[in-house]
């Protein structure tokens, strides 16, 4: 029964945040796509985050830490370009700030999942079982 509720809870929390998302954009508000883009990355982390509490499944649990390290690497860049879009404070430094922001945490993603192949980013991942559950 557990199971049915945890995946009942992953199908819902994905309709609403798609239909909340999709229904948010705002042509007149030049700022509302990036906002938008913050919402999808917020729902990435959200939803990994669910997805890796609901397995038991060692190598799934890794697999949705890794999509959670993405929404979380990327929801602070596009607040960032959120921020200086909303207050018109768009400039130069702004923009290399962003562009190096966008570099490095791209470059973290693409070292995250080749990580088995490397061990840069990681050199070990436990399961340890704790009061009946998996962390």
């Given at each position: 029964?557990?199971?049915?509720?945890?995946?009942?809870?992953?199908?819902?929390?994905?309709?609403?945040?798609?239909?909340?998302?999709?229904s948010?954009?705002n042509?007149?508000?030049?700022?509302?796509?990036?906002?938008?883009y913050?919402m999808?990355?917020?729902?990435?982390?959200?939803?990994?985050t669910?997805c890796?509490?609901s397995?038991?499944?060692?190598?799934?649990?890794?697999?949705?830490?890794d999509?959670?390290?993405?929404?979380?690497a990327?929801?602070?860049?596009s607040?960032y370009?959120f921020?200086?879009?909303?207050?018109?404070?768009?400039?130069k430094?702004?923009?290399?700030i962003?562009?190096?922001?966008?570099?490095?945490?791209?470059?973290a993603?693409?070292?995250?999942?080749?990580?088995?192949?490397?061990?840069?980013?990681r050199?070990?991942?436990?399961?340890?079982?704790?009061?009946?559950?998996s962390?």
């Amino acid at each position: 029964m557990q199971v049915v509720y945890i995946w009942f809870n992953i199908i819902a929390f994905s309709m609403i945040t798609l239909l909340g998302i999709l229904s948010y954009k705002n042509k007149d508000e030049p700022a509302s796509t990036y906002f938008m883009y913050s919402m999808i990355f917020m729902a990435i982390w959200t939803l990994g985050t669910i997805c890796e509490l609901s397995t038991s499944n060692f190598y799934w649990k890794v697999f949705f830490r890794d999509i959670v390290q993405f929404g979380m690497a990327f929801v602070s860049v596009s607040n960032y370009w959120f921020v200086v879009s909303y207050t018109k404070a768009a400039n130069k430094l702004h923009r290399a700030i962003l562009y190096v922001f966008i570099g490095l945490n791209t470059l973290a993603m693409l070292l995250l999942f080749t990580d088995p192949i490397h061990h840069l980013l990681r050199s070990k991942v436990y399961l340890v079982t704790s009061g009946g559950s998996s962390d």
